[in-house]
T-cell receptor, first 115, second 116 residues
Framework: EAQVTQNPRYLITVTGKKLTVTCSQN?????MSWYRQDPGLGLRQIYY???????DKGDVPEGYKVSRKEKRNFPLILESPSPNQTSLYFC??????????????FGPGTRLLVL | GENVEQHPSTLSVQEGDSAVIKCTYS??????FPWYKQELGKRPQLIID?????GEKKDQRIAVTLNKTAKHFSLHITETQPEDSAVYFC???????????????FGRGTQLTVWP
């Protein structure tokens, strides 16, 4: 089954404790992206990747890191989480090198609470 | 960069009525405009999209219109049903080569409630 998976789905952590949210897709998509969703603010792009070893900043990259060592995986790293990073995070992938200009398939979301 | 504004933020309609959600964008280079539906507790899912070389696109009860000159696009849902209740997001991007390739800009969303 074609899908985008994220782990963990729910996470409670404390300020400053490094964490990684994994994202994996089995559709051989070139393009992958991370978004955060906050009430009243919609979806905001954190980072995206056009292909392996190619990543770039979105609207709100501060406090996040990403890597794209393999085509299928695009982990989101919070080196020192802070309470303002409490949010719902979505990973998405798309089958085309034309950036975000194709249908994006979203993962199920990761709800993060930073105390 | 691109700025996408979406209105209204909430919309309540009676079952069977039509619903219209409007978005404006600022970057004339944007040429792809998807709409996503997000049901409560679920992930966003694409429901319809339109490219800048097309003025209107329909898929059963939903349609999207685009006015490139005015830089606005709209989602129209006819004969609404309770299962249409969700948050709807518009978005804009470009699939041409350029500095913003890869960026997807979302509106803030519209909570649509359809009353039986």
């Amino acid at each position: 089954e074609a899908q985008v998976t994220q782990n963990p789905r729910y996470l409670i952590t404390v300020t400053g404790k490094k964490l990684t949210v994994t994202c994996s897709q089995n559709m051989n998509h070139e393009y992958m992206s991370w978004y955060r969703q906050d009430p009243g603010l919609g979806l905001r792009q954190i980072y995206y990747s056009m292909n392996v070893e190619v990543t770039d900043k979105g609207d709100v990259p501060e406090g996040y890191k990403v890597s794209r060592k393999e085509k299928r995986n695009f982990p989101l790293i919070l080196e020192s989480p802070s309470p303002n990073q409490t949010s719902l995070y979505f990973c998405a992938s798309s089958p085309h090198l034309a950036g975000a200009g194709k249908t994006q398939y979203f993962g199920p979301g990761t709800r993060l609470l930073v105390l | 960069g691109e700025n996408v504004e979406q209105h209204p933020s909430t919309l309540s309609v009676q079952e069977g009525d039509s619903a219209v959600i409007k978005c404006t964008y600022s970057d004339s280079a944007s040429n792809y405009f998807p709409w996503y539906k997000q049901e409560l507790g679920k992930r966003p899912q694409l429901i319809i999209d339109i490219r800048s070389n097309v003025g209107e696109k329909k898929d059963q009860r939903i349609a999207v219109t685009l006015n490139k000159t005015a830089k606005h696009f709209s989602l129209h849902i006819t004969e609404t049903q309770p299962e249409d209740s969700a948050v709807y997001f518009c978005a804009a991007t470009t699939d041409d080569r350029g500095s913003t390739l890869g960026r997807l800009y979302f509106g803030r969303g519209t909570q649509l409630t359809v009353w039986p």
